[in-house]
């Protein structure tokens, strides 16, 4: 529980600040902001890159296809979304699921920037190369470097496959396997799970 005082109230404000959002095109298309679920206070902070239909439906990340084997994904290591924050890049669905572009992330980091801020992670995992790229470094290789490790002044950092990706290709989840055994690893070394 965190008892920092006004800590919902600067929850909400933060939500409503985002709510009318223009600063990118983005904003025009969407039904629904997706702005965050789940616990700010769980100390681990999973992010995404953008909302897809049901999320734009929905107003929520990770409600459709991906998002439910999201959710598998967590049960794998004892969570669920009482035990984290779930994020996206971008908080409006880019039409046609295409990848967020350049500028529409920018226009969209204060946000994530923002919930940061609030939430306080001590592990923040990037789920797929867009977030990967955004968050860890610019020229993060996926494939490559999923799994491993990075200290980031108070943040561990780590990126998995995206969940789409792990729906596409099949292939690729043992290896996200090792790869949530290591999420688990630190969260129990951070003191964050039993
Ligand atoms: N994919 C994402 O990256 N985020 C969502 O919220 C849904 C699908």
């Known amino acids: 529980m965190d008892f920092r005082w006004g800590f919902m109230d600067k929850w909400e404000r933060l939500r409503q600040s985002c709510e009318g959002c223009q600063r990118c095109a983005l904003g025009q298309g969407r039904r ?3 702005f965050g679920d789940g616990n700010p206070n769980a100390g681990l902070m999973l992010v995404g890159e953008g909302p897809g239909e049901q999320e734009d439906r929905m107003g ?44 529409e992330q920018e226009a969209c980091m204060d946000y994530l920037r923002a919930q940061v801020r609030l939430a306080r992670p001590r592990v923040i995992v ?8 955004r968050l860890i ?19 561990w950092m780590t990126a998995i496959y ?13 290896e996200t396997f090792d790869d949530l055994m290591g999420i688990q690893a630190r969260l129990r070394e951070l003191n964050l799970q039993p």
Request: proline content about 9%; some cysteine.
């Open 32 to 34: 629904n902001l997706v």
């Open 60 to 103: 929520v990340p990770f409600v459709g296809p991906a998002g439910k084997l999201l959710d598998q994904m967590l049960e794998i290591i004892d969570l669920d979304r009482s035990r984290c924050y779930i994020a996206n890049i971008v908080k409006c669905r880019p039409p046609g699921n295409r990848d967020p572009r350049e500028e």
């Open 126 to 133: 990037c789920l797929g190369r867009i977030a990967a790229q």
């Open 137 to 155: 470094r610019r020229d993060y290789r996926i494939t490559r470097e999923h799994g491993q490790w990075v200290k980031n002044g108070p943040f």
């Open 162 to 174: 995206h969940p789409s990706a792990l729906l596409r290709d099949v292939s690729k989840r043992p």
